[in-house]
């Protein structure tokens, strides 16, 4: 099985490189002639967390959602190479950031899909929920330094992401 789980991350790993290079790809071929920054890149005003474990929920740049459902889909495979890449290099303090990003995201994308598709909406509430729980573990390992648990949880948490791609798609 533990061969199986390599092979999946590492083809989940490849598809989120592929999607990340046509983005940046496409993104530089669509700039603008204005040359100051559109107001939803500039940085919003950082807010201290109230107390808790809120700290890890909630980013000054937390990630705000693209217009369409392939977009999203692109800042989720974007988010996604950039956690594997943290785990890979055993920098775990990172994990918790951009495993709430892909929450966050995938919320939004879910919430797309269902106006589009409200048919798909029960199917789609219950992986959003494994989504969130997933978040959460990978924060909790990574806050951890658990390396081998943080490994399986994000492939667990591909798993979910293509199963979400097959019900959602990428229209």
Do not use: Y
């Not at 590492?10 to 290079?21: D, E, H, Q």
């Not at 980013?59 to 190479?81: C, H, N, R, Y």
């Not at 951009?98 to 029960?122: E, N």
């Amino acid at each position: 099985m533990s061969a199986n789980l390599k092979k999946w991350s590492i083809v989940a790993a490849t598809a989120s490189m592929v999607l990340l290079v046509v983005a940046v790809v496409g993104c530089s071929s669509n700039k603008g002639s204005s040359d100051s920054p559109a107001a939803s890149s500039q940085p919003a005003p950082a807010t201290p967390a109230p107390s808790g474990t809120a700290e890890h929920e909630i980013s000054p740049d937390a990630m705000v959602p693209a217009g369409s459902i392939p977009e999203i889909w692109t800042q989720i495979a974007g988010e996604q190479t950039k956690l594997t890449a943290a785990i890979q290099n055993g920098q775990l303090k990172d994990v918790h950031h951009l495993a709430f990003g892909i929450r966050d995201l995938v919320v939004a994308l879910a919430d797309k899909a269902k106006a589009a598709s409200p048919a798909s909406a029960a199917k789609l509430d219950g992986m959003v929920a494994q989504v969130k729980e997933s978040a959460t573990k990978l924060d909790e390992l990574g806050d951890a330094g658990n390396l081998s648990g943080t490994q399986t949880e994000s492939a667990k948490l591909g798993a979910v992401l293509n199963a979400i791609k097959a019900v959602a798609g990428a229209r």
